[in-house]
T-cell receptor, first 114, second 111 residues
Framework: EAQVTQNPRYLITVTGKKLTVTCSQN?????MSWYRQDPGLGLRQIYY???????DKGDVPEGYKVSRKEKRNFPLILESPSPNQTSLYFC?????????????FGQGTRLTVV | GESVGLHLPTLSVQEGDNSIINCAYS??????FIWYKQESGKGPQFIID?????DKRQGQRVTVLLNKTVKHLSLQIAATQPGDSAVYFC??????????FGKGTLLTVNP
């Protein structure tokens, strides 16, 4: 089954404690991205990657890091989480091409930073 | 109830009625548009897409209309069912394949 898998689904952590949210896709997609979703603000892009070892900032990259060592994986790293990073996070992947570039989303990771 | 800070446009319809959800986009250079459905506790799911060289596309019970002159997108759902209750997002694709999402519309279907 084609899917994007995020882990964990729920996470409560304390300010300053480094954490990683994993994302993996099995569709051989080149493009992967991370979004955060907050009430009233919709989905905002944090980082994206167009291929292995190619990453770039989205609209709200501050406080986040990513890596793309393999095509299927795109982890999101919070080196020193703060309460304003409490949010619902989604990883997405899509093929690159002209005809069809819908994004497939994971189930989300609800992060609470206390 | 509504959460503090959450001001989603809402649409409430009766089961069996047709629904129309509207979206204004910002980038006249966007070449591809998608509608997503997000149910509570789940990630956004693809519904239908349309390229900028089209003005209408139909799927199963759904139709997307694109008006590039006024940068407006709409999603029509025929014979709305309770299972259609969700938040609906439009998204536009700009440079670097980046998708920019609208704030979403909450559709509630009353039995």
């Amino acid at each position: 089954e084609a899917q994007v898998t995020q882990n964990p689904r729920y996470l409560i952590t304390v300010t300053g404690k480094k954490l990683t949210v994993t994302c993996s896709q099995n569709m051989n997609h080149e493009y992967m991205s991370w979004y955060r979703q907050d009430p009233g603000l919709g989905l905002r892009q944090i980082y994206y990657s167009m291929n292995v070892e190619v990453t770039d900032k989205g609209d709200v990259p501050e406080g986040y890091k990513v890596s793309r060592k393999e095509k299927r994986n795109f982890p999101l790293i919070l080196e020193s989480p703060s309460p304003n990073q409490t949010s619902l996070y989604f990883c997405a992947s899509s093929p690159l091409g002209v005809q069809n570039t819908e994004a497939f989303f994971g189930q989300g990771t609800r992060l609470t930073v206390v | 109830g509504e959460s503090v800070g959450l001001h989603l446009p809402t649409l409430s319809v009766q089961e069996g009625d047709n629904s129309i959800i509207n979206c204004a986009y910002s980038n006249s250079a966007s070449d591809y548009f998608i509608w997503y459905k997000q149910e509570s506790g789940k990630g956004p799911q693809f519904i239908i897409d349309i390229r900028s060289n089209m003005d209408k596309r139909q799927g199963q019970r759904v139709t997307v209309l694109l008006n590039k002159t006024v940068k407006h997108l709409s999603l029509q759902i025929a014979a709305t069912q309770p299972g259609d209750s969700a938040v609906y997002f439009c998204a536009e694709r700009g440079s670097n394949y980046k998708l920019t999402f609208g704030k979403g519309t909450l559709l509630t279907v009353n039995p």
